[in-house]
């Protein structure tokens, strides 16, 4: 495959360009909705956040003074001893006691509006397409899930040592299993894509129309 660079054939049309191998994509006003606004960086901050605090799993627990095991007798008298009171063998002050303000269990699930999520990936893809990050295949054909197929591809692109995420239009388990065994490359559907997976890579490969698939979701 040859790469061809588009530029802008008509004025009026965004002043950049994405990378194209085996068709041609320009970026009119439509996608410019998209891949061309003015990015909000609180934005991808905050859903960048939101990823990071759903992949916790929230199950951190300790014991505290009445879940640990032990005897609920009153160890000492309460006065006279010229040491601090003490209820049990549970308080926190002795050895085997309870822990005092220990973590348990919590959702660190964040919810942002809808509209803010979408502002986030708009403008992460922006981004990119600023930085000359995004390119478009007309397709990737694999006959069999083949590491050395896909890899051989990526060489081609010159995406073989660059940190890439390539977008799928629909589910191809031929390109997906052929990529799971490579550090620097990921395979997902344009209909997953999240604003941490856009800001994580280094280059965008869509395959097909998932960038038009994109455009409908976020729009």
């Not at 197929?149 to 010159?158: A, C, G, I, T």
């Not at 995406?159 to 997902?188: A, E, G, I, W």
Request: proline fraction near 4%.
């Amino acid at each position: 495959m040859q790469s061809r660079v588009c530029s802008p054939p008509v004025t009026g049309m965004v002043g950049f360009h994405i990378q194209v191998y085996g068709m041609i994509v320009w970026l009119d006003s439509e996608n410019r909705i998209v891949f061309g606004i003015e990015p909000d960086d609180h934005a991808i901050y905050l859903d960048v956040k939101r990823y990071h605090a759903g992949q916790r799993q929230g199950t951190h627990d300790t014991l505290h003074r009445g879940v640990v095991s032990g005897s609920t007798r009153k160890i000492k008298k309460q006065k006279g001893t010229g040491t601090a009171r003490a209820g049990s063998i549970k308080n926190p002050l002795f050895r085997g006691g309870g822990n005092t303000f220990g973590p348990e269990p919590r959702d660190y699930t964040i919810h942002l509006n809808s509209k803010l999520k979408k502002l986030a990936r708009r403008s992460a893809l922006s981004y990119k397409a600023k930085d000359d990050g995004i390119m478009v295949v007309d397709s990737i054909k694999l006959n069999a899930p083949k590491t050395k197929d896909f890899l051989s591809v990526m060489v081609n692109l010159k995406l073989d040592d660059k940190k890439t995420l390539t977008v799928l239009p629909s589910q191809d388990d031929n390109v997906y299993r052929s990529c799971r065994n490579l550090p620097k490359h990921r395979v997902m559907l344009a209909s997953d894509l999240s604003t941490y997976d856009i800001m994580n890579c280094t280059n965008l490969l869509f395959v097909d129309n998932a960038h038009e698939v994109l455009e409908g979701l976020l729009k």
